[in-house]
């Protein structure tokens, strides 16, 4: 049974460089994409981008200049770094799976974890 | 950048009765269409994906259909446990992958 776990600082200032760490248990890192999607208090998904085989990545075009999804599959983990967030970046941040190769459709998802940009 | 609208953003439904929930695309999908439902606190559940197709353990009062455009979520027999947020998301045209804004389900 494939579980995440996201991790990473609750409080960010503004400016500065937002980070995040999706651990992958109960499978490897190495197929599937790995994405992370997020959502404002109240509101709904936004999709911010995913990363293959710990290689390819592909970012919300809204996003793209500001985002960088890495892997470590030694370490069975993924990545999130937001660089020079705002305050309409505090956002609940989720790690999820597709259900398969190619079909993003999320079947796994972490619990979120809930980050502030606030000075 | 495709966009997803859902109707209504909220629905008000009697336990035992049947919920239609409706989810439109601004230009084709085909059916590349998932939907999910959301608890408070909770992730959001993937319920149907490929349109049509449940997800595992999902019980068949869930329905998915349509194709194309326009979308509808079905669910027969309204249990309590049903009462949450649902959303539809594309993913036939990325990036980005785009989710509708969600409709309220709420006990009537």
């Known amino acids: 049974q494939v579980q995440l776990q996201e991790s990473g600082p609750g409080l960010v200032k503004p400016s500065e460089t937002l980070s995040l760490t999706c651990t992958v248990s109960?499978?490897?890192?190495?197929?599937?994409?790995w994405s992370w999607i997020r959502q404002p208090p109240g509101k709904g998904l936004e999709w911010i981008g995913y990363i293959y085989n710990s290689g390819s990545s592909n970012y919300n075009p809204s996003l793209k200049s500001r985002v960088t999804i890495s892997g470590d599959t030694s370490k069975n983990q993924f990545s999130l770094k937001l660089r020079s967030v705002t305050a309409a970046d505090t956002a609940l941040y989720y790690c999820?799976?597709?259900?398969?190769?190619?079909?993003?459709?999320?079947?796994?998802w972490g619990q979120g974890t809930m980050v502030t940009v606030s000075p | 950048e495709i966009v997803m609208t859902q109707s209504p953003a909220t629905l008000s439904v009697s336990p035992g009765e049947r919920a239609t929930l409706s989810c439109g695309a601004s230009q084709s999908v085909s059916n590349s269409l998932a939907w999910y439902q959301q608890k408070p606190g909770q992730a959001p559940r993937l319920l149907i994906y490929g349109a049509s197709t449940r997800a595992t353990g999902i019980p068949a009062r869930f329905t998915g259909s349509g194709s194309g455009t326009a979308f509808t979520l079905t669910i027969s027999s309204l249990q309590s446990e049903d009462f949450a947020v649902y959303y539809c998301?594309?993913?036939?045209?990325?990036?980005?992958?785009?989710f509708g804004q969600g409709t309220r389900l709420e006990i009537k």
């Open positions: 998301q594309q993913y036939n045209n990325w990036p980005p992958i785009t």
């Open positions: 999820a799976r597709n259900i398969s190769p190619g079909r993003f459709a999320y079947d796994i």
């Open positions: 109960g499978g490897s890192t190495s197929s599937y994409y």
